[in-house]
């Protein structure tokens, strides 16, 4: 193996991703160390159960500033910084050795809602506020599409959220042409959960009601192209992290039978802090306003977009250009 200190510079980058123990080897060998990541974006993920955790905690008489479960690479190295500045509110008040200022992706709202949720308002927007997508000449505004509930299992996947998904990559694939998803990365299918994401993948690989026929467009079935697609751009919000879009289709999922797993995601900022940044100039939240808006964190997406329903998101529009009508696909 190496020696210790035998490699001048360590550079970790999304280090608030990364589980403390994950880079104890390396720092190991190294001289000096750069550390960058975001502590207010995605957590690491530890497969050790929280149980087995605790109970070697308390064993070997670990304190809990080490908790694998709770800590990062990068919340223990800002730990070392003597300079820097608390970032947060209250019990989420992170110490952060430089903190993020300067915000470079996003216009609004999505550079308020993660700059109140988790940067307590200390960045500063250095994006061109008048940076569009294409998509915007269809829906100009990002906007909450409210779904209400119709299953109450243990299921989060929503049959009618992805059917309103399907809604609106139908208009945008008759406007824009199915190579401006195919292309680029012009748009992203984020949720919180993976049954979510698959539920979307799955809806949208075996069904071509969601493109009109009469176009030419190619079957999803068949075609590798918007097969890669569909599996390159449609995920979890955790698998996102240092992605871009010029819009983003936020899928909550969920529903009173599944608050628990509601609640986790709405436990602290970095979920959403991640989902909303991931969006260049547009946001589409697809989900239950009523589940979601209450809870901590979302009450602030929700305050900044507008509410509608899936069938006034386009207006007259919609059957003045034919869009393939799903409403009635699984019925």
């Known amino acids: 193996g190496m020696a210790t200190h035998s490699i001048g510079w360590l550079l970790i980058d999304e280090a608030g991703q990364a589980a403390p123990q994950v880079a104890v080897g390396a720092l190991n060998v190294a001289k000096r160390a750069i550390i960058v990541g975001d502590p207010k974006q995605i957590r690491p993920v530890v497969t050790i159960p929280k149980a087995m955790n605790g109970a070697l905690m308390n064993y070997y008489n670990i304190s809990t500033k080490w908790d694998v479960l709770e800590r990062s690479v990068q919340t223990i190295s800002d730990r070392s910084n003597y300079y820097g500045a608390y970032v947060g509110h209250d019990e989420n008040k992170t110490w952060v050795g430089c903190p993020l200022r300067i915000h470079r992706r996003c216009?609004?709202?999505?550079?308020?809602?993660?700059?109140?949720?988790?940067?307590?308002?200390?960045?500063?927007?250095?994006?061109?506020?008048?940076?569009?997508?294409?998509?915007?000449?269809?829906?100009?505004?990002?906007?909450?599409?409210?779904?209400?509930?119709?299953?109450?299992?243990?299921?989060?996947?929503?049959?009618?959220?992805?059917?309103?998904?399907?809604?609106?990559?139908?208009?945008?694939?008759?406007?824009?042409?199915?190579?401006?998803?195919?292309?680029?990365?012009?748009?992203?299918?984020?949720?919180?959960?993976?049954?979510?994401?698959?539920?979307?993948k799955k809806l949208l690989k075996t069904n071509d009601s969601w493109y009109d026929t009469e176009l030419g467009i190619f079957n999803p079935k068949q075609d590798s192209e918007i097969n890669e697609w569909i599996n390159k751009s449609i995920g979890t919000i955790h698998t996102f992290q240092g992605k871009q879009a010029e819009c983003v289709i936020l899928l909550l999922g969920g529903n009173s039978k599944t608050v628990g797993?509601?609640?986790?995601?709405?436990?602290?900022?970095?979920?959403?802090?991640?989902?909303?940044?991931?969006?260049?100039?547009?946001?589409?939240?697809?989900?239950?306003?009523?589940?979601?808006?209450?809870?901590?964190?979302?009450?602030?997406?929700?305050?900044?977009?507008?509410?509608?329903?899936?069938?006034?998101?386009?207006?007259?529009?919609?059957?003045?250009?034919?869009?393939?009508?799903?409403?009635?696909?699984f019925n």
């Not at 309103?164 to 945008?172: Q, T």
């Not at 797993?261 to 989900?287: D, E, Y």
């Not at 009450?299 to 899936?310: G, P, S, T, V, W």
């Open 107 to 200: 216009v609004e709202p999505m550079f308020s809602v993660a700059n109140e949720i988790a940067y307590d308002n200390l960045m500063i927007q250095a994006t061109n506020p008048n940076s569009r997508s294409k998509i915007q000449d269809i829906i100009p505004q990002s906007t909450w599409i409210n779904i209400e509930e119709s299953h109450s299992g243990n299921n989060k996947w929503s049959l009618d959220e992805g059917l309103a998904v399907m809604k609106i990559l139908s208009r945008i694939v008759y406007d824009l042409g199915i190579e401006f998803l195919t292309d680029r990365s012009s748009l992203y299918i984020i949720s919180p959960f993976v049954q979510v994401a698959e539920g979307m």
């Open 261 to 329: 797993a509601v609640n986790w995601a709405a436990s602290a900022p970095n979920i959403l802090n991640v989902a909303v940044t991931r969006a260049k100039n547009l946001i589409l939240v697809v989900g239950n306003y009523d589940i979601w808006s209450e809870k901590q964190y979302f009450n602030e997406l929700a305050n900044e977009l507008e509410i509608c329903n899936i069938n006034e998101l386009f207006p007259e529009e919609r059957k003045k250009h034919n869009i393939p009508d799903l409403d009635n696909l």
